[in-house]
């Protein structure tokens, strides 16, 4: 088992920053591949970012891509996700989530999952 929880949530005013982290425990991170998802207001769950296990690949949606950038500490058994310029539409439910060994853009591909922090963009 994986437990991963979330923090670095809140709320900020469109064209800010905010840094997210997502502590893992239970397991030997650096043997996961990680990724970051939300869940806005009425919206499904979408992909947001992911990492390799060694965090020398990442790959972003298209809405991330230029504003958000996935990091990892595998000392500190802890993924970032640091969102700039943020934007009303980036409202949302942010999840990590963990699966062995390889990244992918699809939730079903993740085994586990934290809580969630929430994110909330003020215009």
């Known amino acids: 088992q994986v437990q991963l929880v979330e923090s670095g949530g809140g709320l900020v005013q469109a064209g800010g920053s905010l840094r997210l982290s997502c502590a893992a425990s239970g397991r030997t991170f650096s043997n996961y591949a990680m990724g970051w998802f939300r869940q806005g207001p009425g919206k499904e769950r979408e992909f947001v970012a992911t990492i390799s296990r060694s965090g020398d690949s990442a790959g972003y949606a298209d809405s991330a891509k230029g504003s958000f950038t996935i990091s990892r500490d595998n000392a500190k058994n802890t993924v970032y996700l640091q969102m700039n310029s943020l934007k009303v539409e980036d409202t949302a439910l942010y999840y990590c989530?963990?699966?062995?060994?390889?990244?992918?853009?699809?939730?079903?591909?993740?085994?586990?999952w934290g809580q969630g922090t929430q994110v909330t963009v003020s215009s």
């Open positions: 989530a963990a699966r062995e060994y390889y990244t992918s853009t699809r939730a079903s591909m993740y085994n586990y």
